[in-house]
Nanobody
Framework: QVQLVESGGGLVQPGGSLRLSCAASGFTFSNYRMSWFRQAPGKERELVAA????????NYAHSVKGRFTISRDNAKNTMYLQMNSLKPEDSAVYYCKAARTPTSYYNINYWGKGTLVTVSS
């Protein structure tokens, strides 16, 4: 049974930090490109950051570049998002997504249920 379980969300003051985790099970984690998305109330879901299956390539949304760091541990089947210098506009439900690679060949995607991040004083 495939599972993606996010954790680490919560309430944090502006300027603070949080570390999100996404624990994967039920599939071969190292064969999947992993991503973090977020969705704020009334807004579309947007890509925050992504990391290649081997962890050697990352990309970030412009709005989080320099503040967020995505990483993964294939031995632990876990992906992380270190979020620093948080802003109120970072408040959203954060979701992890797994995409089978190569994505040009496979159309297999899994989503977690999300974890809520609230940045407020």
């Amino acid at each position: 049974q495939v599972q993606l379980v996010e954790s680490g969300g919560g309430l944090v003051q502006p300027g603070g930090s949080l570390r999100l985790s996404c624990a994967a099970s039920g599939f071969t984690f190292s064969n999947y490109r992993m991503s973090w998305f977020r969705q704020a109330p009334g807004k579309e879901r947007e890509l925050v950051a992504a990391i290649a299956s081997a962890g050697d390539t990352t990309n970030y949304a412009h709005s989080v570049k320099g503040r967020f760091t995505i990483s993964r541990d294939n031995a632990k089947n876990t992906m992380y998002l270190q979020m620093n210098s948080l802003k109120p506009e970072d408040s959203a439900v954060y979701y992890c997504k797994a995409a089978r690679t190569p994505t040009s060949y496979y159309n297999i995607n899994y989503w977690g249920k999300g974890t809520l991040v609230t940045v407020s004083s």
